[in-house]
């Protein structure tokens, strides 16, 4: 996104520092302030930096008046996680590098944090596999008893990222040594106590870039206020998501994930929903499985006043198990199965959409697939005002798809 044109002319750092690395150099920097010196040279940054650190620890900044103090300070620390096979067995060490690694010290006590920041990306089963590799690493030093482990995220938490980090906090992997920080806590964490703006020039950068995030995902669709966001920024694109769900559009239990689906034309968001499993193909030792679902697209745009195009898909994927290797003519008959399928269900389609004209026009799909990957039955545009329709629209061309198929196959959800 342009942030110097004209006179329109951006100084905040991080609109041009936009990078994980350089917001692990301003954590670094931050962290740095909480030293016994900064406490006494830089009373206002020590407050700011021990608020931040004491919540990664998961100390209460209110009720715990120790101070702990950095010690060191590591970035894209190096560590070796074990790779296992299925059985459990060791199969090698793989490079990992963790973001930040924090010394710190708490009375007479060592403690140890790692910290894993995300922008706009995920976590992808980094912090078991970085935990257990420090824990490895020398365990005369680290223990379950002092180390700990942070991440935190400076975008939009979406439903499916929300929801595997609240599975990660019930777990015992970490013995309650994990924080999870979004970016609405760390702004509020940030801001508290800062009122000379010229001394912490660096801080109140980030601090208004937070702000600013936030204030781009404000939007409201009752009242078709900031729509205009959706499809520019990531953040608008999941709260409008999980506004769906709040407004009861579409029901909570029906979700099944959200996420960024990259391709050629330069990608997309995606909310997939009413998700149904059936079993297509059965032998003794394993299954294929075919799924049915409905996809909300949104690309992803760079100008406010782009016309816009949303759509949502009738989806099917035939997925089979791992290790399962079919011979060609096996692939090709099931290829075409599925697609005769496909055709049936559309024509099904055709016929509700004659008898109905103001139904929304839904473009077929004729296009081949593979294998393990997913296909459209069919799809079709709408614009934000027209949102219920949509839904409902997309909702009963499943239901006929879902009935179609059944008929077909003469088979019954899993």
Not at 320 to 325: D, Q
Request: net charge neutral.
């Amino acid at each position: 996104m342009t942030v110097c044109k004209g006179n329109d002319v951006s100084h905040n750092l991080f609109d041009y520092a936009t990078s994980e690395l350089s917001q692990d150099a301003f954590f670094c920097w931050l962290l740095s302030y909480s030293t016994k010196e900064s406490k006494e040279e830089h009373g206002d940054l020590f407050r700011v930096s021990q608020r931040f650190l004491k919540r990664m620890l998961n100390k209460d900044d209110k009720e715990d008046r120790l101070d702990y103090y950095v010690m060191d300070i590591e970035r894209q620390r190096k560590v070796n996680i074990a790779i296992h096979d299925a059985d459990g067995s060791k199969l090698k060490n793989k490079k990992g590098l963790v973001d930040i690694f924090v010394k710190v010290k708490e009375s007479e006590n060592n403690l140890y944090l790692i910290i894993e920041d995300k922008i706009d990306t995920w976590e992808h089963n980094q912090l078991e596999a970085y935990y257990k590799a420090v824990l490895a690493e020398n365990p005369e030093i680290y223990d379950e008893n002092n180390l700990y482990i942070s991440y935190v995220k400076t975008e939009y938490m979406n439903r499916t990222e929300r929801n595997k980090m609240s599975e990660i906090e019930k777990q015992n992997i970490f013995h309650e040594n994990i924080s999870i920080i979004d970016f609405e806590e760390l702004y509020r964490i940030l801001s508290k106590g800062i009122v000379t703006q010229d001394a912490h020039i660096y801080l109140f950068d980030f601090i208004e870039k937070l702000d600013r995030k936030i204030e781009h995902t404000k939007i409201d669709i009752d009242n078709k206020q900031k729509l205009e966001y959706i499809g520019i920024y990531n953040g608008a694109v999941y709260r409008f998501f999980d506004y769906l769900f709040e407004s009861k559009r579409i029901k909570r239990e029906s979700f099944d994930w959200c996420g960024y689906v990259n391709n050629k034309r330069g990608g997309f968001d995606c909310l997939t929903w009413n998700k149904t499993e059936y079993i297509w193909l059965k032998q003794r030792e394993w299954k294929m499985y075919l799924s049915m679902y409905l996809q909300m697209e949104i690309p992803r745009y760079t100008k406010l006043d782009e016309e816009r195009e949303y759509l949502v898909a009738v989806k099917m994927s035939l997925i089979y198990e791992r290790n399962v290797k079919l011979k060609k003519p096996e692939l090709e008959i099931q290829k075409n199965n599925i697609l005769d399928i496909r055709e049936k269900i559309n024509k099904e389609i055709k016929d509700e959409q004659n008898k109905d004209v103001k139904w929304i026009k839904f473009d077929y799909s004729d296009k081949n697939f593979r294998l393990g990957s997913s296909m459209r039955i069919g799809c079709f545009r709408f614009e934000i005002n027209n949102l219920e329709d949509a839904i409902t629209f997309g909702e009963k061309c499943l239901r006929i798809s879902k009935r179609c198929y059944e008929e077909c196959r003469k088979v019954k959800v899993i």
